[in-house]
C-alpha cells in the first residue's frame, strides 16, 4: 500500500517548537515534490512550505518564512518542517502531500495526501 504519515504534532506555547515528519511506505518519494498544507477549523487549507524533488528549490507561505525550514532525507524517505517561534495562529491540522518533481503553490496540483497531525499552540 502507498502511504504518507504525518507525525510530530502536539500541543506547544506560544514561542515553541515542533519538527513534523512525512514518511512514506509503499513507494520511495525520491522523485517527488512534498508540500506541507495546514487547516484551522473555519478556514481554507493553505500552502505552508514545500521542498522539490532535488531538495534544491524550498518554498514557504510568507506567513512562516523565517520560522519555518523545511528539509528531506531520501535515505529515511521522509521530509521534515521545523516549526520554530510558532504562534497560536499556527494551530491547525498539517499535511503532507506529493507531486511530481516540481512544487505548486496550489493544493489541487498535488495527488497522494497523509491524514493528517494536529498542532496546537497555546499557552
Known amino acids: 500500500q502507498l502511504q504518507l504519515v504525518e507525525s510530530g504534532g502536539g500541543l506547544v506555547q506560544p514561542g515553541g517548537s515542533l519538527r513534523l515528519s512525512c514518511a512514506a511506505s509503499?513507494?520511495?518519494?525520491?522523485?517527488?515534490?512534498i508540500g506541507w498544507f495546514r487547516q484551522a477549523p473555519g478556514k481554507e487549507r493553505e500552502g505552508v512550505s514545500c521542498i522539490s524533488s532535488s531538495g534544491g528549490s524550498l518554498n514557504y507561505a510568507d506567513s512562516v518564512k523565517g520560522r519555518f525550514t523545511i528539509s528531506r532525507d531520501n535515505a529515511k524517505n521522509t521530509v521534515y518542517l521545523q516549526m520554530n517561534s510558532l504562534k497560536p495562529e499556527d494551530t491547525a491540522v498539517y499535511y503532507c502531500?506529493?507531486?511530481?518533481?516540481?512544487?505548486?503553490?496550489?493544493?489541487?496540483?498535488?495527488?497522494?495526501w497523509g491524514q493528517g497531525t494536529q498542532v496546537t499552540v497555546s499557552s
Open positions: 502531500a506529493t507531486r511530481y518533481m516540481h512544487c505548486s503553490y496550489y493544493r489541487t496540483e498535488y495527488n497522494y
Open positions: 509503499g513507494f520511495t518519494l525520491e522523485h517527488y515534490a
